[in-house]
């Protein structure tokens, strides 16, 4: 089975800087991958998805972008944070023919 | 219509209660569901899929009802570790990358 490794696991950032988010898959190729964030008190918001290398769709237009520049990892970016980017940010994972999904340990990000 | 509706709780019980947690779904044309389950400021983490014909994974049972677009799980001789949030969802058939939509969850909370 797959393991999906997050890190950091929190981090503190300014408002106006920039954001640099990794995930990693183990155990599987050629997983669709996810970027979800989850605000205090709400559910969680796909952000983005790939299906494959280089390819990204984008769920909710905003500062953020995500790259896909190998087959298990996944980046969130963003080049000035804002305030209302503080959240859980969560990667996960489909693989197969099944369309459940797994969670790495996620990252939480506080914008000051 | 939310694409996944919860009554958030809490839902406070006793141990050894029998709990039952609803959901309802409003794209027709889903096809998988899912109970994740989400532990205070942790991933959310897959309990149990949800089939047609209802099924049951020891103090849990789920049930689908595809006509009236509802969800259901019911725990049975609540423990305290049952104490989490119970995450609803569903797959959006539409979309590449077979998306999955979280409801916001429902809480419960088991005591002695």
């Known amino acids: 089975s797959q393991t999906i490794h997050q890190w950091p696991a929190t981090l503190v950032q300014p408002v106006g800087s920039p954001l640099s988010l990794e995930c990693t898959v183990e155990g599987t190729s050629n997983p669709n991958l996810y970027w979800y964030r989850q605000a205090a008190g709400r559910g969680l918001q796909l952000l983005f998805y790939s299906v494959g290398i280089g390819q990204i769709s984008s769920e909710v237009p905003q500062n953020l972008s995500a790259s896909r520049p190998q087959d298990r990892q996944f980046i969130l970016s963003s080049k000035k944070l804002l305030l209302s980017d503080s959240g859980f940010y969560l990667c996960a994972c489909r693989a197969g023919s099944s369309y459940e999904q797994y969670f790495g340990p996620g990252t939480r990000l506080t914008v000051t | 219509r939310k694409e996944v509706e919860q009554d958030p709780g809490p839902f406070n019980v006793p141990e050894g209660a029998t709990v039952a947690f609803n959901c309802t779904y409003s794209?027709?044309?889903?096809?998988?569901f899912f109970w994740y389950r989400q532990d205070c400021r942790k991933e959310p983490k897959l309990l149990m899929s949800?089939?047609?014909s209802g099924n049951e994974d020891g103090r849990f049972t789920a049930q689908l009802n595809r006509a009236s677009q509802y969800i259901s799980l019911l725990i049975r001789d609540s423990k305290l570790s049952d104490s989490a949030t119970y995450l609803c969802v569903v797959n959006l058939p539409q979309q590449a990358g077979t998306a999955l939509i979280f409801g916001k969850g429902t809480t419960l909370s088991v005591s002695s």
């Open positions: 794209n027709s044309a889903s096809q998988s």
């Open positions: 949800v089939y047609s």
